[in-house]
């Protein structure tokens, strides 16, 4: 082959490589093979070691790395590198729209621009003449450092311009990254070669571009994603991203352009769902004024620009106040330590408590009351602790002493850790007997009242291990219920049909049913006509709690431990999925709301528990003294001397068992 003939051959190798190039990383489509393309990529490198004087900066062969740098030249940038400010709800995104409107004309319309926000290294690209020229990382803004040598390395980076029309200066900016795949690539090579794994595909990228070795830049999956035109400067923020795709630059492929904001919050919403599948990692979305005269014209403040935000999707990590150190016994009888926050979002949602596992798990974090923590969700759904900030540590903190957090939560109760245990345990209650303990409150007459569960039948049920939680009630059949010694088809039949009923009892039984420690009949009342549904008491934090005249300290620390136990929570859902729905009705609305009551003696129509839940069912108050709120002293046979003379003292009315009946 001649020289002639070599410089033809030459020409058309890269126009095809870099066609090749084009079509696999910007329109993410392959013409050929990769194995064919590194042939014809091997043949062009041939073909220029025999001609040298033919090799140009614009040819696929020049990304190879070249010598070790001494150090990054710095760079003063021709127009700022800017960042965006921050915002976190849909409240924030008007009030920027609105701050925005009052700065232009009153018949101005605004267009919106979005794209997905990539996590990686900001870089400016500069072409001269179609050729890239220099790369220049952020910095500060306004000066930043040449990193040429480096990013030649990255493949979907085109070297030369696509096109016919290109200007003489071209200026392309957006982010370094690395993509997910090949970022766990690179850790099971990693890992493979006996090395620590990277900590994420962000910092990794950054590390790469800021390597004096031209080298370990080439040996990382490093790509440039690009998301605004500099120079030249189009109408719009739209046609400079399909200009950028024109010269041969990947785009993220998730820009859009809408008319309304609404339309935007419904694109926040798409991209939060579909963010986990996409290729890059990302935390946000990025909202532009579209129209390029209107954003220029805004102008920058301080070193944002007025016309773009940055709408920042849920925290993976948050930090919040340790509040309290709460122990919850869980339906085997082991004691759980529960860390209380103030409330913060992490990935998504409300976080109020993380279990902390076991003694050992606070002692190894040196975890205390008024601490701040770093807390994060293991697999995007149980929160966690995962760090003490010590240097915010109160100084009047104390080291948690475990044991004497259970004599003071549990004094009526003995606790154990047998030998080689990490965890303590309620001494001489075996699971088995716990969950017959459970199923006997939840059935009895001050709960949800359920005839043929006494205490013989709850116990056949378990032990022939047809139940093995309280849901497990609502799962049984006849059939299953009559092969038992103690039922006949009748039996097992109204059984059925009795559990069957508790679906949509009211919310205070229910929540009396599930046995939390301190909450009687009445506290349950008051949770249920505060909360109005379980889900919402679920979510209550210790200060909703402590809002409530009748909840005290220790009753709101129970509360908050029964609903951060994995265990009480999965029941919970599996109760809802089984059809439990407790009916609330509002008290405002009911007769004796308002109303408190006192019951004395012996009733001839109905025991005093039952007396009780007819009052709570008509919104009344029931309490176990006599006081000046108290509306009444209903007397039965044999009153109590005490109470019916201290009713005459304070002027309180008492009242027969005919006019209680007749109250009801």
Request: no cysteine.
């Amino acid at each position: 082959m001649t020289k002639d003939e070599a410089e033809k051959r030459i020409l058309k190798l890269r126009e095809l490589i870099n066609d090749y190039r084009y079509h696999y990383h910007v329109l993410d489509e392959s013409t050929m093979s990769e194995a064919a393309a590194d042939s014809l990529k091997h043949e062009l490198s041939q073909l220029e070691e025999k001609y040298p004087d033919l090799i140009t900066p614009d040819s696929p062969t020049q990304r190879v790395a070249g010598k070790p740098l001494d150090k990054f030249e710095k760079v003063a940038h021709e127009r700022r590198m800017i960042s965006l400010s921050d915002v976190f709800s849909e409240t924030e995104i008007r009030e920027w729209v609105a701050r925005n409107y009052k700065l232009v004309p009153n018949d101005t319309k605004f267009q919106f621009f979005t794209d997905i926000k990539m996590d990686g290294l900001a870089m400016s690209l500069h072409y001269r003449n179609g050729v890239l020229e220099q790369a220049v990382t952020r910095g500060d803004g306004l000066v930043g450092e040449d990193v040429t040598m480096n990013v030649r390395t990255i493949e979907n980076i085109p070297l030369k311009l696509r096109g016919e029309d290109i200007p003489e200066v071209v200026e392309a900016r957006g982010e370094v990254v690395i993509f997910k795949e090949d970022f766990n690539k690179l850790n099971e090579e990693q890992e493979k070669r006996g090395e620590k794994p990277f900590a994420n595909p962000r910092n990794l990228a950054a590390g790469s571009i800021r390597q004096l070795d031209p080298k370990v830049a080439a040996s990382r999956p490093l790509r440039f994603m690009a998301y605004d035109l500099v120079t030249p400067v189009e109408e719009n923020h739209k046609k400079s991203y399909e200009r950028l795709r024109e010269f041969g630059f990947q785009t993220s492929r998730q820009d859009k352009v809408f008319d309304n904001i609404e339309e935007v919050f419904a694109e926040i919403k798409r991209l939060g769902e579909a963010r986990e599948g996409l290729p890059f990692g990302t935390d946000g979305m990025v909202i532009k004024i579209n129209d390029r005269k209107i954003y220029d014209e805004l102008g920058i403040v301080g070193k944002t620009p007025r016309a773009a935000v940055a709408f920042k999707y849920p925290a993976e990590e948050s930090t919040t106040r340790v509040k309290d150190i709460v122990i919850q016994i869980g339906r085997t009888g082991a004691a759980t330590p529960v860390a209380i926050f103030d409330p913060v979002e992490v990935a998504g949602s409300t976080v109020r408590h993380a279990t902390l596992h076991n003694a050992d798990e606070i002692a190894r974090l040196d975890l205390r009351v008024g601490d701040t923590v770093i807390i994060y969700k293991a697999g995007d759904i149980i929160p966690q602790v995962k760090k003490v900030l010590t240097t915010l540590r109160p100084e009047d903190s104390e080291p948690f002493d475990y044991e004497k957090a259970l004599r003071e939560q549990y004094p009526d109760l003995e606790f154990e850790r047998p030998e080689g245990e990490v965890v303590y345990r309620v001494k001489g209650l075996t699971s088995d007997l716990i969950l017959k303990r459970s199923i006997e409150y939840y059935a009895s007459k001050s709960a949800l009242n359920i005839d043929g569960l006494g205490e013989k039948n709850v116990v056949a049920l378990v032990d022939s291990g047809l139940v093995h939680s309280i849901s497990d009630l609502y799962r049984l059949k006849v059939s299953e219920i009559a092969s038992l010694e103690r039922f006949a088809e009748l039996s097992a039949k109204n059984l059925v049909e009795a559990i069957e009923a508790t679906k949509t009892a009211p919310l205070a039984k229910f929540i009396t049913a599930l046995g939390i420690r301190h909450v009687g009949a009445q506290t349950a009342v008051s949770l249920a006509n505060n909360f109005g549904s379980i889900e919402r008491l679920i979510d209550a934090t210790e200060d909703d709690l402590l809002k409530i005249n009748d909840i005290g300290k220790v009753v709101a620390e129970s509360i908050l431990a029964y609903f951060s136990d994995e265990d009480n929570l999965k029941q919970l859902e599996e109760l809802k999925e089984l059809g439990v729905n407790p009916t609330f009705e509002d008290p405002n609305s009911l007769p004796l709301n308002g109303k408190s009551y006192i019951i004395t003696g012996t009733l001839r129509s109905m025991g005093r528990e039952e007396a009780e839940d007819k009052l709570r069912e008509k919104g009344a108050t029931i309490t176990s003294s006599v006081t000046k709120t108290t509306t009444a002293l209903i007397a039965g046979e044999k009153p109590g001397k005490g109470k019916t003379v201290k009713a005459e003292k304070l002027g309180i009315p008492t009242i027969s068992e005919d006019e209680f009946l007749k109250l009801i």
